[in-house]
């Protein structure tokens, strides 16, 4: 027996898939007399030591003091210059939903302090990404002369220099990879400074929002010191949580540490229905149990999207910020419309950006550009294709001037954002930036092959890195009849999962195959039964053309290993469980 062997989980070292199958932990760590809770938290990386505080992750256990990020004083300062003078503020948005959740969060906490304040979110097609130097005087000239900017602003280097020029101040609120040098501002608070300290830089995996949760923290704190809250109550940034958590599981942010304290909170928070624009979302989406962070990221997160990519920018700041039912109720409905748009453009340019991605097969990164393609979903399209081809991905949509917009999407272990900003300061794009894991940028027609070379020279070593350390994790091996409810219910303590913190994947079987088919669109569906009588649903999403979908379309009668991530299921008379498959092997 090699050593591949010896540590594979259930001696699987070629799936159908051609990979093995690993134990998250390892032998000895499994051997621990640990309860179920206690061996997910070790698995995801938890000392020992850590154990307890993980288990239940509150803002007091993992809430970092503001003053550690650098102009976070200077922005609460000026801030509460802005709530004791009454002044107006206008807080500047991106258009996808941490953008959008970071400016609502900021408009109700100045609204909640009787400041005048206002929301601008830039039009994704006539504005494009970040400030602008003429949004910003537009704003200064209707009597704003205070900008807070969220989730944008890091590079925007001329709009804020035409911004002071003009007389209005501007704050940076920002999450993005920053330059050696920084914009202007009169703040810039964001981890990723590179001359961040370095427990502030920690918090780096930080989604815009949760900065923005921390600049509230440092308002609030800095007008108590002035005596602010002496004859009138402050309002409670805790009550704004359900915020945080649904930008920072939609930004698809690391839920670790702080990140993970902020989802759980935040989701006990978003269940009590306080908001009501948030409220009307999660009716539009029909969700009618206590949500889950699965929920924020494919339920409410692409609805509050689509006002951005399909149709108006500030309708997700205007649904999360209003205090009339029926205006909320309206506009989740339109975002819902919306969102159904949103999927049959999305589908249309993801059959070409495939088609396109033929060309470059084997190159380490795999970047399509087509003309016309709608700028407002190749951030969708770009994510679909990393998951297909397992490499990172850049679409790019090329308008009738010949300037392309891109949206990036990579795996772990390749930093994307990175690598897009060097490509920047080389002069290879018009603008650009991100974070690891995802990157927009506007390029020239002409220098996208120019483009795809500096890429995949400078990245090739981290794919293939990343590629060649391929397995799929195991955290645990179930009897077919544990697929059940139970399984399900016991493992939710030791969530919220999502990215970094991945819900726990099972193996089952041996099974065979009873009944099989295509479901929906491109879903593989499968009902098996074990040789313990267990029999559960099985699916695998967009898979049915794959090479798991075919092989298991035309495995009838042959004993199987099943591996995925058990899921409650309520839509019967009587709850059950089914496997989003990931992976197959042959038992026999």
Same mark, same amino acid.
């Given at each position: 027996?090699?050593?591949?062997?010896?540590?594979?989980?259930?001696?699987? @070292?070629?799936?159908?898939?051609?990979?093995?199958?690993?134990?998250?932990?390892?032998?000895?760590?499994?051997?621990?007399?640990?309860?179920?809770?206690?061996?997910? &938290?070790?698995?995801?990386?938890?000392?020992?030591?850590?154990?307890?505080?993980?288990?239940?992750?509150? $803002?007091?256990?993992?809430?970092?003091?503001?003053?550690?990020?650098?102009?976070?004083?200077?922005?609460?300062?000026?801030?509460?210059?802005?709530?004791?003078?009454?002044?107006?503020?206008?807080?500047?948005?991106?258009?996808?939903?941490?953008?959008?959740?970071?400016?609502?969060?900021?408009?109700?906490?100045?609204? !909640?302090?009787?400041?005048?304040?206002?929301?601008?979110?830039?039009?994704?097609?006539?504005?494009?990404?970040?400030?602008?130097?003429?949004?910003?005087?537009?704003?200064?000239?209707?009597?704003?002369?205070?900008?807070?900017?969220?989730?944008?602003?890091?590079?925007?280097?001329?709009?804020?220099?035409?911004?002071?020029?003009?007389?209005?101040?501007?704050?940076?609120?920002?999450?993005?990879?920053?330059? /050696? /040098?920084?914009?202007?501002?009169?703040?810039?608070?964001?981890?990723?400074?590179?001359?961040?300290?370095?427990?502030?830089?920690?918090?780096?995996?930080?989604? !815009?929002?949760?900065? +923005?949760?921390?600049?509230?923290?440092?308002?609030?704190?800095?007008?108590?010191?002035?005596?602010?809250?002496? *004859?009138?109550?402050?309002?409670?940034?805790?009550?704004? &949580?359900?915020?945080?958590?649904? =930008?920072?599981?939609?930004?698809?942010?690391?839920? @670790? *540490?702080?990140?993970?304290? &902020?989802?759980?909170?935040?989701?006990?928070?978003?269940?009590?229905?306080?908001?009501?624009?948030?409220?009307?979302?999660?009716?539009?989406?029909?969700? @009618?149990?206590?949500?889950? !962070?699965?929920?924020?990221?494919?339920?409410?997160?692409?609805?509050?999207?689509?006002?951005?990519?399909?149709?108006?920018?500030?309708?997700?700041?205007?649904?999360?910020?209003?205090?009339?039912?029926?205006?909320?109720?309206?506009?989740?409905?339109?975002?819902?419309?919306?969102?159904?748009?949103?999927?049959?453009?999305?589908? %249309?340019?993801?059959?070409?950006?495939?088609?396109?991605?033929?060309?470059? +097969?084997?190159?380490?990164?795999?970047?399509?550009? =087509?003309?016309?393609?709608?700028?407002?979903?190749?951030?969708?399209?770009?994510?679909?294709?990393?998951?297909?081809?397992?490499?990172?991905?850049?679409?790019?949509?090329?308008?009738?001037?010949?300037? =392309?917009?891109?949206?990036?999407?990579?795996?772990?272990?390749?930093?994307?954002?990175?690598?897009?900003?060097?490509?920047?300061?080389?002069?290879?794009?018009?603008?650009?930036?991100?974070?690891?894991?995802?990157?927009?940028?506007?390029?020239?027609?002409?220098?996208?092959?120019?483009?795809?070379?500096? $890429?995949?020279?400078?990245? +090739?070593?981290?794919?293939?890195? %990343?590629?060649?350390?391929?397995?799929?994790?195991?955290?645990?091996?179930?009897?077919?009849?544990?697929?059940?409810?139970?399984?399900?219910?016991?493992?939710?303590?030791?969530?919220?999962?999502?990215?970094?913190?991945?819900?726990?994947?099972?193996?089952?079987?041996?099974?065979?195959?009873?009944?099989? =088919?295509?479901?929906?669109?491109?879903?593989?569906?499968?009902?098996?039964?074990?040789?313990?009588?267990?029999?559960?649903?099985?699916?695998?999403?967009?898979?049915?053309?794959?090479?798991?979908?075919? /092989?298991?379309?035309?495995?009838?009668?042959?004993?199987?290993?099943?591996?995925?991530?058990?899921?409650?299921?309520?839509?019967?008379?009587?709850?059950?469980?089914?496997?989003?498959?990931?992976? +197959?092997?042959?038992?026999?």
């Amino acid at each position: 027996m090699n050593e591949d062997s010896a540590t594979a989980a259930l001696g699987i @070292t070629r799936s159908i898939l051609g990979q093995p199958w690993h134990w998250r932990r390892t032998s000895a760590e499994t051997l621990a007399p640990d309860d179920l809770v206690t061996q997910l &938290l070790l698995a995801r990386g938890v000392a020992r030591d850590d154990i307890e505080r993980q288990r239940v992750p509150t $803002l007091r256990g993992f809430m970092p003091d503001p003053s550690l990020f650098r102009d976070m004083e200077a922005a609460a300062a000026r801030l509460a210059d802005a709530v004791e003078a009454r002044e107006a503020v206008t807080i500047f948005g991106d258009y996808d939903v941490d953008g959008a959740t970071s400016a609502a969060l900021l408009v109700r906490l100045l609204r !909640a302090l009787d400041v005048p304040v206002g929301a601008y979110i830039p039009d994704r097609l006539m504005e494009g990404y970040g400030p602008s130097g003429a949004a910003l005087v537009r704003i200064g000239e209707a009597g704003s002369k205070l900008v807070v900017t969220v989730d944008c602003g890091a590079q925007a280097f001329d709009a804020i220099a035409e911004a002071n020029a003009a007389g209005v101040e501007v704050i940076i609120v920002d999450h993005h990879q920053c330059g /050696t /040098t920084l914009p202007d501002a009169l703040a810039v608070v964001n981890p990723n400074r590179l001359d961040e300290d370095p427990d502030a830089a920690l918090h780096g995996n930080l989604a !815009a929002v949760g900065v +923005a949760f921390l600049l509230g923290a440092a308002l609030l704190r800095t007008l108590r010191t002035r005596g602010f809250f002496g *004859g009138r109550a402050e309002p409670s940034l805790i009550d704004l &949580l359900d915020l945080v958590a649904l =930008g920072t599981v939609a930004d698809v942010a690391r839920l @670790t *540490g702080f990140n993970r304290a &902020l989802v759980t909170q935040g989701l006990k928070v978003m269940a009590r229905r306080g908001n009501i624009g948030m409220a009307a979302l999660m009716d539009a989406a029909r969700l @009618t149990k206590p949500p889950t !962070a699965s929920d924020m990221g494919f339920a409410l997160g692409p609805r509050i999207n689509a006002g951005g990519r399909v149709g108006k920018s500030d309708l997700g700041v205007r649904l999360l910020t209003t205090n009339d039912p029926q205006e909320a109720a309206d506009i989740a409905v339109e975002l819902n419309r919306l969102n159904e748009e949103r999927r049959a453009i999305e589908a %249309a340019v993801l059959d070409q950006a495939m088609e396109a991605s033929i060309a470059c +097969a084997n190159a380490p990164v795999a970047i399509v550009s =087509g003309q016309g393609w709608h700028p407002g979903v190749i951030g969708i399209v770009a994510g679909r294709l990393k998951e297909k081809l397992h490499r990172p991905a850049i679409v790019i949509a090329v308008d009738e001037t010949g300037i =392309g917009k891109g949206s990036g999407r990579s795996i772990s272990g390749v930093d994307l954002g990175a690598a897009i900003l060097a490509a920047k300061e080389t002069g290879l794009l018009v603008a650009g930036g991100g974070h690891a894991m995802a990157a927009g940028l506007t390029v020239h027609a002409d220098r996208i092959d120019a483009l795809g070379a500096f $890429l995949n020279d400078r990245l +090739a070593a981290d794919v293939e890195r %990343a590629s060649g350390d391929k397995s799929l994790l195991i955290d645990a091996v179930l009897a077919p009849r544990g697929i059940s409810p139970l399984w399900c219910d016991a493992i939710e303590s030791a969530g919220p999962y999502g990215a970094g913190w991945p819900a726990p994947r099972v193996a089952t079987g041996p099974v065979r195959i009873v009944e099989s =088919g295509i479901v929906g669109t491109d879903h593989l569906r499968l009902i098996v039964a074990g040789e313990d009588g267990g029999r559960f649903k099985a699916i695998a999403f967009r898979n049915a053309e794959t090479e798991l979908g075919q /092989t298991l379309l035309h495995a009838r009668g042959r004993k199987l290993w099943l591996a995925g991530r058990a899921k409650r299921d309520d839509w019967g008379s009587r709850p059950a469980a089914e496997l989003h498959l990931e992976d +197959a092997a042959w038992a026999d």
